[in-house]
């Protein structure tokens, strides 16, 4: 697990992905169902308390109880923030891989390549997503004048999307940038950029 890295920037912020679900295991797609953490999950949630808790001087988190649970482990008594929720997933939320290739195998291809090229039925574009935790970033530096190093747990999708943007590549990059369950992205600022994983 990555240490807290030292810059000379105001903010450090890690960007933590929550602890595992069964659907996680599953590899169904989850979006804003939700599912707890696992035992698996738990435990990964607990490692990261002994390892990092105490040692951030904010800590936010997602609505969703899979990103509360685990940020609960840093900090009892978390920042709750709605816009760090995972995008929904629409009509893909709950399916797994092969059922949700079976269905919408073309509209995932072409997503794949390009998530502009085909809306979700009922979900939510990267672009929102990334918006949104761009906005929770900006409001940093009011909250904490003097600095200091923040934790930010959220998902997937929000957390990936967001990554890609700071290092300067399309949305589709996403993928490249995934986090396993409790696993960490450090960024500094502002103005932001990646400083370590």
Do not use: C, K
């Amino acid at each position: 697990m990555s240490i807290i890295p030292v810059t000379d920037d105001p903010l450090v912020v890690a960007l933590i992905r929550h602890g595992r679900t069964a659907w996680n295991h599953e590899r169904r797609f989850l979006g804003r169902t939700d599912i707890p953490l696992d035992a698996v999950g738990q435990e990964q949630a607990a490692l990261l308390g002994r390892r990092f808790g105490g040692r951030f001087d904010l800590v936010l988190s997602s609505p969703l109880s899979r990103a509360l649970e685990t940020a609960r482990a840093l900090d009892p008594n978390p920042e709750v923030r709605p816009a760090l929720a995972e995008l929904s997933q629409g009509v893909l939320e709950g399916l797994g891989p092969a059922e949700a290739a079976s269905r919408w195998g073309p509209q995932l291809r072409a997503w794949s390549e390009d998530p502009s090229a085909w809306d979700i039925p009922g979900g939510e574009p990267l672009s929102l997503g990334l918006g949104r935790v761009r906005e929770e970033l900006d409001r940093l530096p009011a909250a904490l004048p003097d600095g200091g190093v923040v934790a930010l747990v959220s998902h997937q999708l929000v957390l990936a999307t967001l990554v890609a943007a700071l290092l300067g590549e399309p949305p589709r990059a996403w993928r490249e940038h995934r986090l396993e369950n409790t696993g960490i992205y450090w960024i500094a600022g502002p103005p932001w950029r990646v400083v370590g994983r």
